[in-house]
């Protein structure tokens, strides 16, 4: 059977996708550019046509993961409710973490490193968290929920639910999860909605596990 020509966006997202579970599991160092083109189900030849470094193809690998992150977990400019913004937050968070357990993972090795290359852009980052915490100041303003910190708000989110991604075998082990099996988001998501919801004085939203 005759197998169809990848188009230059299959291969490079093959590539990215690669990157990400080869960076993940290896870091920069550890990871080849011969294992990335295996990975990638492409010849050495052809990966270096993509790409002119391993460096910058880490480089760029941790930024796409940033940007995708920006477009998905953030508080709405019109906030409304912040129990339904919050336990959103958290789904989504949630989500993500079982289904890219690699993107977490290597944003975590890149950090846990001293975050050399991402700490370049860490004024995007920094703007993202900025205009999340005037959202959880007004609400506490506004008298909405409880006073807290909202930096150390947010990035106590981050710690629950990505742990489900950095921390999976773990996970796995202590919940009875087999291998062949995902997590189960569900019970994770009630959760992690409840212990950040009543931190804010704020009661569960019903059947939020089904979300």
């Known amino acids: 059977m005759k197998q169809t020509r990848k188009s230059r966006a299959e291969i490079r997202q093959a590539i990215l996708d690669a990157a990400i579970s080869e960076f993940a599991r290896e870091g920069l160092e550890g990871t080849s550019t011969q294992t990335l083109a295996k990975a990638a189900g492409i010849t050495k030849a052809q990966l270096h046509y993509y790409i002119s470094s391993k460096e910058e193809l880490y480089e760029d690998t941790l930024l796409h993961i940033v940007e995708l992150w920006k477009g998905l977990f953030f508080f709405s400019a019109d906030p409304g409710d912040p129990a339904r ?15 890219f357990p690699d993107a977490s993972r290597l944003f975590a090795r890149e950090v846990a490193r001293g975050a050399p290359v991402l700490r370049q852009h860490w004024a995007g980052l920094q703007d993202n968290v900025n205009l999340a915490s005037g959202v959880i100041e007004g609400w ?53 909605t409840e212990l950040f919801l009543r931190r804010c004085g704020l009661q569960p939203i019903p059947d939020e596990a089904s979300s």
């Open 140 to 192: 506490i303003a506004q008298g909405q929920i409880q006073p807290v910190h909202p930096v150390m708000f947010q990035m106590n989110i981050w710690a629950v639910t990505q742990h489900y991604a950095e921390y999976e075998a773990q996970a796995r082990f202590l919940l009875g999860t087999p291998d062949d099996e995902k997590l189960d988001p569900g019970p994770i998501i009630a959760e992690v």
């Open 85 to 99: 913004e919050i336990a959103d937050y958290i789904a989504r968070k949630v989500h993500h973490a079982i289904e």
